[in-house]
C-alpha cells in the first residue's frame, strides 16, 4: 500500500485531512502518512538555526461510518475495514448490542449512536467531521409498525445523505437489493417482488432513497446484492449492470468486500451494481468488476 510522503510547514493535520478528504481520489486505508526524517535517539530534536525540529511519523487513516453497523452485513462491513487498516465509526441503534457485537477494544473503532430515523442534524452529529465516507447498510427490522420499511430504508436513508451534505462527505456506499426496480423490468409478478412488497413497499422504499442518492451529487455505489446468505463466500462474484439481476444469492462476507472494495476503486464511482455469486463464474479482480458496469 503506497504511502504518500508529504513534508508539511505551517500547516497542521486536520488542514491536511480536510485536503485530502474534498480533493483527492479513492485512496487506500492510510489517507496520508508524514515522516520526518531524524537523527539517533527516538525523541530526538534537531535544532535548525533557531528553528526546533521534531521528527515524528504520523499515519491518518480513512475513516468510515457505517451505519447499521450491528447487522448480519454491517458487523461484516466494520471487520474488513479494520482488517484492511481503516478507522471505523460504526453507527448503531442499541449501544448494548454494540458492545456484544464487536468485543474487544481495538483503537481504529468508534462506536456511535445512530438511528438514521432521528433525522439528518442528529446523524451529522454521529458521522462528525472526520468521516471521510459513509456505508449504508441499514435494514428495517419487522415490527407491527407497515411504515418500518418506508422510515429506515428510505427516509433513513435520505437522512444519512442529507447529513453527508451538510458535512460535505462525498461518499456514499449504499447496500440496496436486486429487484428494487422490478416492475420496470418486467419482473412485476416475481414471487420475490410481490412478497417483498407486500409488507410495507420495501422494494419501493428502496428504489426511492436510491433514485434521491442519484440526484444529490455525491459520488455514489449503490450494491444491488441477491438473496443475502450467512455462510462463507462460495462460488464466484458475478457483477451485473442495474435492472438485470432477478434471482441469485451472495454471501454476506462477498457483499461486505464489494462495499470495501468499492472504496478503493475509481471505477466503482456513480455506479449501481447488481451482485450475486456463481460457483462456474470466473474469478474476476474488483478493479475489472467494476470496470465493466457502465456509469448512467
Ligand atoms: N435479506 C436478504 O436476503 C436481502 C437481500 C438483498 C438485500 N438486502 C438488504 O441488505 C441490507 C442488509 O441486510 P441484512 O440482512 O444484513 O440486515 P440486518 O441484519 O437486518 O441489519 C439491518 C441493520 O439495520 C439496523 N437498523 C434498523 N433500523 C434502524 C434505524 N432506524 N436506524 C439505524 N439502524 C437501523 C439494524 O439495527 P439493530 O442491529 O439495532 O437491529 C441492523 O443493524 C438491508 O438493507 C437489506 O434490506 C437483504
Known sequence: MASPLLLFRNTTLSTLHNHYRHHRPPLPAVLFSIKRRRSHSLYSTQMEGSEITEEVEVTVKKTIFVAGATGNTGKRIVEQLLAKGFAVKAGVRDLDKAKTTFPGGNPSLQIVKADVTEGSVKLAEAIGDDSDAVICATGFQRSWDLLAPWKVDNFGTVNLVEACRKL??????????????????????????????????????????????????????????GGLRNDPPTGNIVMEPEDTLSEGTISRDHVAEVAVEALVHPEASYKVVEIVSRTDAPKRSFKDLFASIKQR
Open 168 to 225: 460535505g462527505v462525498n461518499r456514499f456506499i449504499l447496500i440496496s437489493s436486486i429487484l428494487v426496480n422490478g416492475a420496470a423490468m418486467g419482473q412485476i409478478l416475481n414471487p420475490a417482488y410481490i412478497f417483498l412488497n407486500a409488507f410495507g413497499l420495501i422494494l419501493i422504499a428502496k428504489l426511492q432513497a436510491e433514485q434521491y442518492i442519484r440526484k444529490s451529487g455525491i459520488n455514489y455505489t449503490i450494491i444491488r446484492p
